[in-house]
Each structure stands twice: as C-alpha cells, then as structure tokens.
C-alpha cells in the first residue's frame, strides 16, 4: 500500500499540484476505496484490519519520502513494537467501546439561540459528554456569552474548545483571543481551532507562543493535505492538538505516517469529523491511533447530523464514547435511497422547488463571503 500511494501522487501529474489540491483528492478518493475492500475481504472493520497487522506490515503502508529527516521506517517500527506489549489491552477497550471519547460540537453552531445552547448542552451532559467546542469570532460581547453559557452549563470539570474557522490574520488572532481570555480567565478553553490560514505554520508558531501565557492553546488541520505541513507544525512547536482530516490526506496510508508523527512529538491527534460521513470515518482512525500507534486515548469529535444516510452510521454510548466500527469495511458505504433522492441531475430531490433553485443558481448557493 505504500508504493501505490507512491505511484498514484507520482509522474507527470505532480506538475499540476503535488500531493496538494484536486490531485490529493482524488487520490485519497482512490485509496480509501481500496482500504474500504481491502477490510471487506478480510471480513473486518477496516481499524481491525490495520490493528492485526504487525509493525512491519503497517510501516509497509506508509511512504516515507519526505518525512525521514524527523521519522525513519525504522524508528516507526521501533516505536509501533514498543506498543505491541499492551496492545490486547487496548484491542478489549476499543472492542467494549470504550477507546474513543466524544466531543460534542453541535451545541456550538452559531445559528443557536442561548436557549438551544442551554438545552442542547442539558442534552449533551446527559449523554455523557464532557468536551464542547464553539464556533468563535461574533465579537468580544457575543463570544464572552456564548461560552459564558457553557462553561457555567459544564462546570469546571467540563473542557471548553474554541473554533474560528481561518477567520483572522495572525496578529488580530493574538489581540482577539487574548482579549477574550483576559476579560473572563474563568472560560479556560483547551485551544483556539484554525485561527488563521491553514498552511502559516510560522504563524501558528506565533500565536501559539503569545497565547500560552493565557493558558490557551493552537489546533489546527482538517484543511491540510500533506504529511509535510504536519511534521513543520510539530517541529516549529506551533500547535498542541493536530486534526487531519480523513478526507484530504492521501488515505489511510498518509493518515497513518500523521499519527506516527503526533505521537515521536507527543502531541495528540483530533481528527477532524465535523462534516457528513466523517465521524463514521474518523471513529476508525482515532481507534487506531489508541490501539495501535500513540496508546494513548484522546477524544474524537461528534457531530449528530447525516448518520442516517450511512450503511454503519456512527453512534455514541450512553457514557459518551464513541461505539466502535463493527461492520467489515471504512464505514463508508451510503445507502442506496440516498443516491436515488441525490444523484444529480436525475434524483428526485432535484425536482423539488429546493433542487430547481439550486440547480439553477450558477453559484450552487456558495456565495464569496466566508462565514465561521
């Protein structure tokens, strides 16, 4: 597997964007496909089949080019045997369901009133849910509420964590969060997310150091999608929480050399999971990093919308886990109804008032105005 992801990102089509852009998506279209039969054939859910591996067929899924100035094959099997001796362990945790804590993010939305935050979060704590994140960046008066409601809905034992979405330039980054923090030292979020534009590795860097002092710290990495851009974060120090995304990297292959990273570095890894079919994805590779790479558990976000059009839709437990992936394959597969009410032109959705507009709108509703 890591040769074919070699051979997919190479050749003439590298001139066009390498291992970045339309290409990588594609590739990672392709791979994650092939990781998807590959579990499927071996009857197993697709963070099983990577768990059963030894380390020396794991490290063989994996191209290295460009990383080995900070992780050689040969120090990422050294580090995956030095996991193996508790790994049965960790395997009965993940198969009780009990590997993967949630991260609520849909009391966060910033369409929400304060009364649906509050009931949302009511909701959320029943659930078993201790770490919420909310969309930031309203303003001080409106972000000082908004998390206001949380933290005092939450207590101190609940973790806050807050999301911008490449919002600000590095410096507004600074003087906004530092203001906010100052303002209401009570509010302890465990990080800002994404707070400037996603590939400024100098400029996490920056905000990460002036916001330590606040005890605040940087994540980022759902829009990045390269290996190379995550081993600069972990070696500039620029972030305390990293957050592929299961759908930018070049597959399971790269996702797996991500996490090898974290972990030499020490830094945990959220995969980012705040959009339809991810959760059901990302439930997989944050099992893996548990099982098999960091040992380590962290916490996974969950969002409750779409599950319901996925074959093996992912659930929570009542103690706010994460049910481990039973079903063989990526978890990926969509049902066939969905097609039929979706697929464009032909899907009976597009033959709604909804779909008409939408179709006919040259702009498909994405207009150039970024909102959080």
């Known amino acids: ?37 590959w579990a499927k054939v071996e009857r197993k859910p697709l963070w099983q089949l990577v768990a059963d591996m030894s380390p020396k067929e794991l490290v063989r899924c994996i191209d290295f080019r460009y990383i080995t100035d900070v992780l050689t094959p040969e120090q990422a099997l050294e580090m ?51 770490h919420f994140k909310l969309k930031v960046g309203l303003g001080q008066d409106v972000d000082r509420k ?15 964590m807050t999301d911008v979405n490449q919002l600000w330039d ?35 860097a920056k905000i990460r150091k002036a916001l330590k002092q606040h005890g605040c710290g940087v994540a980022t990495g ?30 399971v292959n790269e996702l797996l050399s991500v996490m090898l990273l974290a972990a030499k570095f020490d830094v945990p890894i959220l995969p980012h999971a705040g959009g339809a079919g991810m959760v059901e994805l990302c439930s997989h590779l944050s099992t893996i990093d548990f099982v098999v790479v960091s040992g380590k558990k962290s916490v996974l976000e969950y969002t409750d919308h779409l599950h319901e059009a996925f074959e093996a839709p992912a659930k929570i437990t009542s103690d706010g886990y994460h049910e481990t992936p039973t079903t063989p394959g990526y978890s990926c597969d969509v049902k066939e109804a969905e097609f039929e009410k979706y697929e464009f032109p032909d899907g009976s959705f597009w033959k709604t008032d909804q779909g008409l507009k939408m179709a006919n709108d040259p702009w498909r509703g994405c207009y150039g105005e970024q909102t959080s």
């Open 146 to 160: 908004r998390l206001g409601l949380v933290r005092e809905a939450v207590g101190d034992e609940g973790v806050l």
């Open 222 to 251: 759902e829009h990045m999608n390269t290996r190379v851009l995550f081993k600069q974060l972990l070696q500039a120090e620029a972030v305390d929480v990293i957050q592929p995304d299961a759908c930018r990297l070049a597959g």
């Open 1 to 37: 597997m890591g040769q074919t992801q070699r051979k997919m990102g190479s050749g003439q089509i590298r001139f066009m964007a390498p291992e970045r852009g339309v290409n990588q998506l594609a590739v990672n279209a392709i791979l994650n496909a092939l990781w998807d039969l």
């Open 80 to 130: 995956l045997k030095q996991q193996q001796t508790t790994k049965h362990e960790r395997m009965q945790l993940a198969k009780d369901s009990k590997a993967v804590p949630a991260y609520n993010t849909s009391v966060g939305w910033l369409g929400h009133s304060d009364d649906t935050v509050r009931k949302l979060l009511r909701e959320a704590t029943d659930q078993g849910f201790k």
């Open 170 to 204: 590095v410096d507004i980054a600074i003087e906004y969060m530092s203001e906010l923090l100052r303002s209401n030292p009570h509010l302890k979020p465990w990080f800002i997310e994404e707070p400037t534009a996603p590939d400024d590795v100098l400029g996490h």
